[in-house]
């Protein structure tokens, strides 16, 4: 097994994970009145805040929404696509 086939093993599920916890973190803007350290809900905090943190002091809140997890899932889809789309330099790799 190559190199980059186990890096596309390993990067295409961590990225797809990623996209889905700041969709889950999406739809969580829409219920504020949810606690976000309570079970399952920290499940979906817990590894988005980190990069919401610092974008959000970047981006503020539009109209009272918080528009930060819609950047990233662009950013991480965009990321998924140059590294293990079907053009992706992983994929083309092997």
């Given at each position: 097994?190559?190199?980059?086939t186990?890096?596309?093993?390993?990067?295409s599920?961590?990225?797809?994970l990623?996209?889905?916890?700041?969709i889950?973190?999406?739809i969580?803007?829409?219920?504020?009145?949810?606690?976000?350290?309570?079970?399952?809900?920290?499940?979906?905090?817990?590894?988005?805040?980190?990069?919401?943190?610092?974008?959000?002091?970047?981006?503020?809140?539009?109209?009272?929404?918080?528009i930060t997890?819609i950047?990233?899932?662009?950013?991480?889809?965009?990321l998924?696509?140059?590294?293990v789309g079907?053009?992706?330099?992983?994929?083309?790799?092997?």
């Amino acid at each position: 097994m190559s190199t980059a086939t186990l890096a596309t093993w390993i990067f295409s599920p961590l990225l797809g994970l990623a996209i889905l916890l700041f969709i889950f973190r999406i739809i969580l803007t829409w219920y504020p009145q949810i606690d976000l350290n309570r079970f399952p809900f920290n499940l979906v905090a817990l590894p988005t805040e980190p990069f919401l943190v610092p974008t959000r002091k970047l981006v503020p809140p539009i109209g009272g929404v918080d528009i930060t997890p819609i950047i990233w899932v662009g950013i991480v889809s965009l990321l998924r696509e140059i590294l293990v789309g079907q053009q992706g330099l992983l994929t083309m790799m092997h």
